[in-house]
């Protein structure tokens, strides 16, 4: 059976089909998803507790590479193949090189589950694939976009007018999912599972429960979001259902060159195979206004996160473990 917290995503979903009047208000959607980062930093902060070394740092080099080559690969193929205009070609960049901290969480509940090994730092996995695919995404529009009509998909050039990015790198850096991540990280290593479990306990013991409130709320948004689709979005639902098969392999193969152990492996892959649904939609709907979100929320949120939990997740374990033989 799936994971009881899945099945929490799945009760959303169907009420969200069946149209009940069921919801999450906002105001405790926000708690959750606070309290969601910064269980997550307190986690990963404990684990790195006294375990600092030079091998770590060239493991999140190589996650930082990721964040690097997978938005240059998705650019082109979303443009050519899906179709799309360079401001939804940069914009679908940016939301699948970066990565969703719902699918994070869920795949760090399914290593739990299954007792597989998992470096505390797979917490800065987040961080590290986030940020750069984000820049890179809006480099990218800014490199081949050009002024042209709406709809058509113009030949890449180098055009445009430059975007104003003075203080994305601030926004990025200090919006409130990577200050909760990146401190949680911070006070979870210097204080260590021991000397703060009087606070971090209450955070670390309720995960699973919070995890489930937070998928609920996912699983209605996802029905929402799912209204949208057409017959015309037949080659975006193509790249959204499989894209994450493919995206996974490169975190498993980074995962099998720097030898992670079984759960770090199985979280890098579930990260690479997500997609951003919080933080890239709020930085390209401010530096990108041509790009239509709604296309890279139905893609992300609507279909590739659904297919992750429900699916994508178990699937990665067992690639790992014929990989690692």
């Not at 914009?91 to 869920?106: D, E, I, K, M, N």
């Not at 505390?120 to 820049?135: F, H, S």
């Not at 990218?140 to 890449?156: A, H, I, N, Q, V």
């Not at 999912?177 to 606070?199: C, K, R, T």
């Amino acid at each position: 059976m799936p994971d009881i917290v899945v099945m929490f995503f799945v009760l959303g979903v169907v009420a969200g089909v069946v149209r009940s009047d069921l919801s999450i208000p906002k105001a405790a959607y926000d708690i959750l998803s606070l309290l969601l980062m910064l269980t997550i930093g307190l986690k990963g902060g404990m684990a790195l507790h006294g375990s600092l070394s030079l091998s770590l740092l060239i493991e999140l080099a190589g996650v930082t590479l990721l964040g690097i080559v997978i938005p240059l690969i998705i650019f082109p193929v979303v443009h050519y193949l899906v179709r799309l205009s360079i401001a939804d070609s940069a914009s679908l960049a940016a939301h699948y090189g970066s990565v969703s901290a719902g699918t994070f969480a869920v795949a760090l509940a399914y290593t739990e589950a299954h007792n597989l090994i998992t470096g505390g730092q797979v917490t800065l996995y987040l961080v590290l694939l986030e940020l750069p695919a984000i820049m890179l995404g809006l480099l990218l529009y800014r490199r081949f976009s050009r002024k042209d009509t709406p709809g058509t998909t113009p030949e890449l050039n180098q055009t445009s007018a430059p975007i104003k990015t003075s203080g994305l790198w601030h926004e990025t850096l200090t919006n409130r999912g990577v200050i909760l991540l990146v401190g949680g990280v911070l006070i979870g290593w210097l204080y260590g599972p021991d000397a703060g479990e009087s606070v971090t306990g209450l955070y670390t013991k309720a995960f699973h429960g919070i995890l489930a409130l937070f998928l609920l709320e996912m699983g209605l948004v996802a029905a929402e979001t799912l209204r949208s689709l057409r017959w015309g979005h037949s080659r975006l639902i193509i790249f959204a259902l499989t894209a994450p098969i493919v995206l996974s392999c490169f975190g498993l193969g980074m995962a099998y060159w720097l030898g992670l152990p079984a759960g770090s492996a199985v979280i890098l892959a579930s990260l690479t195979a997500s997609a951003s649904y919080i933080a890239a939609p709020v930085a390209i709907r401010a530096a990108i206004p041509e790009a239509n979100i709604g296309l890279a929320m139905l893609a992300s949120l609507g279909l590739t996160f659904p297919f992750n939990v429900l699916i994508g997740i178990p699937l990665y374990h067992h690639l790992w473990e014929w990989l690692a033989g």
